[in-house]
């Protein structure tokens, strides 16, 4: 059975008078004192790295990048407090859940949500997962096939021994549901949609507890988020003139699973991350009414924590980039498009081909270390998910990836009018980055996945005259791919 971490999941270990203003002010003073051009923050608390000195020669298409940068940093501290508050909000109706019932608990050690929240511009919902008073290895997990070769993350179903002590509060009807056809070692499976009907009425009974004993601001939120039918709950919290939206998610706690995608982790992300990550095992969450899948939100959460552990403009170029898609691409939100999920996958993808400390060293070319992935992935309709790569991010979403990809193809080419932020940026905008499209050559991963290499990301960056780089093995191997695909368009013509 699992029993309360001190310190992580026990209310006890929680002041009843939440920290959230003493969390709040040490923060702040972090974001006071942190040095401009360090990154090396802990990979608990990374707040990423600050722009570096402005060197006095630097163009004007330069600075606008670092101008762009300071104007978001400006709103990490409104938008963390914002944050902090609205958490306070839901950890206090989380721990009534938890009185209310005590199968759900309330895990406190996640601090990267906020860190997250704060890279971002966007106010895409944050998945909170709620963890079961269980552990997957007490109970019978039974994996179903993928439906082709590759496909992930698999489906499973969770099983209870027939027999076993100390798991009758997950046989009950409400949450179980009795089998005689699940094998002789099991009785029945635990429900995922029975599940989250309980949870959901037991949101509602602590917001009313919680409202009408004044322990939740007024006004900051309702029960009218609450929807059926989904694999979480959300909650809409108003923290401020800011609505935070939290899908509340249920997880079974599976240690000592094996991770995936440890293998990609070997460059370009600090020694040992993937041992302290995939440490916490892997979390089953709701996949469907009857089924659960492996979570990897907080393994990827993670990842970005460790990336702020390094000198240079990895966070840096996620958060320009997430700005410039909700203002430009998806027109200050109105239009769909895509979420900081999919920025933050090209980031950890870049990462991992681009694994060089100078590749991050200068800002702009962080940024379009990014886009060159992202321009692929568009190009080719596919950008793989980063620890599960048979899952395609861009699939079943209902995205034009035509237009995004004009759009992305746009700013790639000429992005100093998105970066323009004010009057005194005003000017004559360099001519366009490329003659032609590059749409042809950025396909080519998907006809061929040995170009999905280092050399030839650096042959999009030569294309986008971004490429910096002075290692002789690198030049080598970027001529070579591209005196391959001018043999190839001289094969097509």
């Keep these: 059975m699992l029993e309360s971490t001190p310190g992580e999941l026990s209310p006890a270990c929680r002041p009843a008078v939440h920290l959230g203003r003493f969390r709040l002010l040490l923060l702040l003073l972090l974001l006071l004192l942190l040095p401009p051009a360090s990154s090396l923050q802990p990979a608990e608390w990374p707040c990423g790295p600050g722009p570096g000195p402005l060197a006095p020669a630097m163009s004007q298409q330069v600075s606008l990048w670092h101008h762009y940068l300071l104007a978001i940093r400006s709103r990490e501290a409104p938008r963390v407090q914002d944050y902090l508050r609205a958490e306070d909000v839901l950890l206090t109706l989380l721990e009534?859940?938890?009185?209310?019932?005590?199968?759900?608990?309330?895990?406190?050690?996640?601090?990267?949500?906020?860190?997250?929240?704060?890279?971002?511009?966007?106010?895409?919902?944050?998945?909170?997962?709620?963890?079961?008073?269980?552990?997957?290895?007490?109970?019978?997990?039974?994996?179903?096939?993928a439906t082709r070769p590759g496909d992930s993350p698999a489906l499973c179903c969770l099983g209870i021994p027939r027999g076993a002590a100390g798991l009758e509060p997950w046989t009950t009807d409400d949450v179980f549901s009795a089998s005689s056809e699940c094998g002789p070692r099991c009785?029945?499976?635990?429900?995922?949609?029975?599940?989250?009907?309980?949870?959901?009425?037991?949101?509602?009974?602590?917001?009313?507890?919680?409202?009408?004993?004044?322990?939740?601001?007024?006004?900051?939120?309702?029960?009218?988020?609450?929807?059926?039918?989904?694999?979480?709950?959300?909650l809409l919290v108003s923290s401020g003139w800011r609505r935070i939206c939290f899908n509340v998610v249920p997880a079974v706690r599976r240690r000592g699973a094996a991770a995936p995608g440890g293998a990609r982790l070997v460059s370009g992300f600090p020694e040992g991350a993937w041992r302290r990550i995939s440490s916490h095992g892997v979390d089953l969450v709701p996949a469907s009414a009857q089924h659960w899948r492996a979570s990897t939100e907080y393994m990827l959460t993670r990842l970005l924590g460790e990336l702020g552990t390094l000198r240079g403009h990895?966070?840096?170029?996620?958060?320009?980039l997430d700005r410039v898609n909700l203002e430009s691409w998806r027109g200050g939100g109105q239009s769909p498009g895509l979420t900081f999920d999919h920025l933050k996958t090209a980031l950890l993808w870049a990462s991992a081909l681009f694994p060089a400390p100078e590749d991050w060293a200068e800002l702009q070319g962080a940024v379009y270390r990014l886009l060159v992935v992202l321009l692929c992935g568009l190009a080719t309709r596919r950008l793989a998910h980063f620890l599960q790569p048979g899952s395609n991010l861009l699939q079943g979403r209902g995205l034009d990836l035509h237009a995004l990809y004009q759009h992305v193809e746009a700013f790639a080419s000429q992005p100093e009018g998105a970066l323009q932020i004010h009057a005194t940026h005003l000017g004559r905008s360099p001519p366009p980055r490329l003659g032609s499209g590059i749409k042809a050559l950025l396909q080519l991963p998907a006809s061929d996945p040995a170009y999905w290499t280092t050399a030839y990301f650096d042959v999009l960056l030569d294309k986008f005259q971004v490429f910096n780089i002075q290692?002789?093995?690198?030049?080598?191997?970027?001529?070579?791919?591209?005196?391959?695909?001018k043999a190839l368009d001289s094969k097509e013509s």
């Design 187 to 234: 009785c029945g499976h635990i429900v995922p949609s029975k599940v989250l009907r309980v949870l959901k009425d037991l949101l509602v009974a602590a917001i009313v507890h919680c409202k009408h004993h004044g322990l939740i601001p007024p006004g900051s939120l309702s029960v009218a988020s609450l929807k059926d039918g989904q694999l979480h709950l959300s």
């Design 96 to 145: 009534r859940v938890h009185a209310l019932d005590p199968r759900f608990l309330v895990d406190y050690s996640r601090h990267l949500k906020a860190f997250q929240f704060a890279l971002r511009s966007s106010e895409d919902p944050l998945d909170v997962e709620l963890p079961l008073r269980v552990d997957a290895q007490d109970l019978l997990i039974e994996e179903l096939d």
């Design 314 to 320: 990895r966070l840096d170029s996620l958060s320009i």
């Design 471 to 485: 290692d002789k093995d690198r030049i080598s191997a970027k001529q070579s791919v591209f005196r391959k695909t």
